[in-house]
T-cell receptor, first 114, second 111 residues
C-alpha cells in the first residue's frame, strides 16, 4: 500500500514561471491537504480539498495560487508567476474521510525560485 | 534534557538519556493533538496523538502529556537513540480542517 506520493521532489523555476506540484493521496483516501514549510519553520496550512471540491482555502494566498483535486488523477497545487518568496517545501497530506484526524504526509516538493 | 519548544528550538541529549520536548499550543478549543517527527528531506511522520479528554498517552518509548489548564503539551522519549535525531513538531486540531503546527524542536542525539 503506497503512501502519499508527490512529484516532482525538487522543482526549480525562474521568477515569473509557473510551478505545478502534484500529489497522489494514499489509496482509498479522498481528502487532501496542502501545507507550505519555510526553512527552520513549522508547516503552514494552505488548502483542504475533497474530490472536485475545495473545502477550505483559508491558508492560500489570494493571488497566483490555486489548487484542484479532480475526479481522476492527482491533486495539483499551481503557483503562477513565481517569486523568490515562494521558495519552500510544499507538503501534501491525505486522510480517508472527513472527521478522521490523522493526516498522512508525502515526502514534499522542494521549490526553488531563481 | 528539556526543551521549551518555540523558545529553545534545539535540544541535544546523550544516547540512552530520556528526552522531553515541550510545546505550548494556542487554541483552548483544540481537541486533538499530534506529535510528528520530521527527518531531513522527508515529510512529517506520525509519532503519537492524544485527545483533549485525556492527559497522558503512552506508546513505544514515547509518552505524550497534555495539560489543558496551561495549554501545554510534551513529548517524552525514553532511552533516546541516534535514530531519534530529527525535528519534532506538535500540531493541534480544533473544529476546522487544518492542523496547526508549532515551529518545531530539533533533537540531536550524541552517541
Amino acid at each position: 500500500n503506497a503512501g502519499v506520493m508527490q512529484n516532482p521532489r525538487h522543482l526549480v523555476r525562474r521568477r515569473g514561471q509557473e510551478a505545478r506540484l502534484r500529489c497522489s493521496p494514499m489509496k482509498g483516501h479522498s481528502h487532501v491537504y496542502w501545507y507550505r514549510q519555510l526553512p527552520e519553520e513549522g508547516l503552514k496550512f494552505m488548502v483542504y480539498l475533497q474530490k472536485e471540491n475545495i473545502i477550505d482555502e483559508s491558508g492560500m494566498p489570494k493571488e497566483r495560487f490555486s489548487a484542484e483535486f479532480p475526479k481522476e488523477g492527482p491533486s495539483i497545487l499551481r503557483i503562477q508567476q513565481v517569486v523568490r518568496g515562494d521558495s519552500a517545501a510544499y507538503f501534501c497530506a491525505s486522510s480517508p474521510q472527513e472527521g478522521f484526524n490523522e493526516q498522512f504526509f508525502g515526502p514534499g516538493t522542494r521549490l526553488t525560485v531563481l | 534534557g528539556e526543551s521549551v519548544g518555540l523558545h529553545l528550538p534545539t535540544l541535544s541529549v546523550q544516547e540512552g538519556d530520556n528526552s522531553i520536548i515541550n510545546c505550548a499550543y494556542s487554541n483552548s478549543a483544540s481537541d486533538y493533538f499530534i506529535w510528528y517527527k520530521q527527518e531531513s528531506g522527508k515529510g512529517p511522520q506520525f509519532i503519537i496523538d492524544i485527545r483533549s479528554n485525556m492527559d497522558k498517552r503512552q506508546g513505544q518509548r514515547v509518552t505524550v502529556l497534555l495539560n489543558k489548564t496551561v495549554k501545554h503539551l510534551s513529548l517524552q522519549i525514553a532511552a533516546t537513540q541516534p535514530g531519534d535525531s530529527a525535528v519534532y513538531f506538535c500540531a493541534e486540531k480544533g473544529q476546522g480542517n487544518d492542523m496547526r503546527f508549532g515551529a518545531g524542536t530539533r533533537l540531536t542525539v550524541k552517541p
